[in-house]
């Protein structure tokens, strides 16, 4: 299968009112490939933009860390008691 390309996202400025007000259209229009750039006082404060589809996004494969970590035998062994005073605070 060859590897898609990407779409080039059509930017546009609105403002937080504008966003506010017209929130379900410009949400449809994201969703169509839009990026809408949301402004308060004139400066980008977040970005409305479509979500990848669900066969695009790449998720995370199980067993590539396969065999990368180790667990020693005595991990689960109870601490040495120079060790365990400095959890519990006690003076020894």
Do not use: C, N
């Amino acid at each position: 299968m060859a590897p898609r390309k990407k779409k080039r996202l059509v930017r546009e400025l609105v403002s937080l009112y504008e966003a506010k007000t017209h929130l379900s259209e410009l949400v449809e229009q994201a969703a169509q490939g839009r990026e809408i750039v949301i402004a308060k006082s004139g400066k980008p404060k977040a970005r409305l933009v479509p979500l990848a589809p669900k066969d695009t996004r790449h998720l995370r494969k199980y067993g590539l860390g396969k065999g990368r970590g180790w667990i020693a035998d005595d991990f689960d062994a109870p601490l040495p008691p120079e060790i365990l005073r400095l959890f519990t605070g006690e003076s020894g």
